[in-house]
T-cell receptor
Framework: SQTIHQWPATLVQPVGSPLSLECTVEGTSNPNLYWYRQAAGRGLQLLFYSVGIGQISSEVPQNLSASRPQDRQFILSSKKLLLSDSGFYLC???????????FGDGTRLSIL | GDSVTQMEGPVTLSEEAFLTINCTYTATGYPSLFWYVQYPGEGLQLLLKATKADDKGSNKGFEATYRKETTSFHLEKGSVQVSDSAVYFCALSEVGGNEKLTFGTGTRLTIIP
């Protein structure tokens, strides 16, 4: 069966520090991969999605970036975090043909 | 562009009460519709889905019917339990849109014994 792993579960970082969140999927090949952010008291905002290795689409301009170095690995990064980057970050995957997305357990990021 | 409008929360109900969470959507094509649930401190889980008009998705006693004429996908449950307390998200996905999900803002549901 397919599984998705996100880490770390929680992270506290100072303003201006770098960020790297990792997401991996097991049990499937060539999935679509997604990064979402859920700010406190708000809905989910799609940040990036990828349909293949090295293919990244950005939905919202920001100081975050994403990379997909391997088929089932999706990384969210920042060179310098802002206070507004605080939130709950969720990775998700889906197969092709209009199938549901499956989410990881999320990373709660607090910026001090 | 696509959008999803969800009933504002929070919603507080007594155990065994009837639940309705309203959801309406705007889309250019023929989207698939989903309800996701987020329990405290966890990621999102797919609750149910419907892929075409008049389809009814159901799971764990929850139901939602895809109504094209009213562009709605309201979530219902006949008798809620304390364990149903969570945040519920309505979402749509356009066919051929790289499966991107557009979410509503979520509705926090609290069930009191």
């Amino acid at each position: 069966s397919q599984t998705i792993h996100q880490w770390p579960a929680t992270l506290v970082q100072p303003v201006g520090s770098p960020l790297s969140l990792e997401c991996t999927v097991e049990g499937t090949s060539n999935p679509n991969l997604y990064w979402y952010r859920q700010a406190a008291g708000r809905g989910l905002q799609l940040l990036f999605y990828s349909v293949g290795i090295g293919q990244i689409s950005s939905e919202v301009p920001q100081n975050l970036s994403a990379s997909r170095p391997q088929d089932r690995q999706f990384i969210l990064s920042s060179k310098k975090l802002l206070l507004s980057d605080s939130g709950f970050y969720l990775c998700a995957w889906s197969v092709q043909n209009n199938q549901p997305q499956h989410f990881g357990d999320g990373t709660r990021l607090s910026i001090l | 562009g696509d959008s999803v409008t969800q009933m504002e929360g929070p919603v507080t109900l007594s155990e065994e009460a009837f639940l309705t969470i309203n959801c309406t959507y705007t889309a250019t094509g023929y989207p698939s519709l989903f309800w996701y649930v987020q329990y405290p401190g966890e990621g999102l889980q797919l609750l149910l889905k419907a892929t075409k008009a008049d389809d009814k998705g159901s799971n764990k006693g929850f139901e939602a019917t895809y109504r094209k004429e009213t562009t709605s996908f309201h979530l219902e449950k006949g008798s809620v339990q304390v364990s149903d307390s969570a945040v519920y998200f309505c979402a749509l996905s356009e066919v051929g849109g790289n499966e991107k999900l557009t979410f509503g803002t979520g509705t926090r549901l609290t069930i009191i014994p």
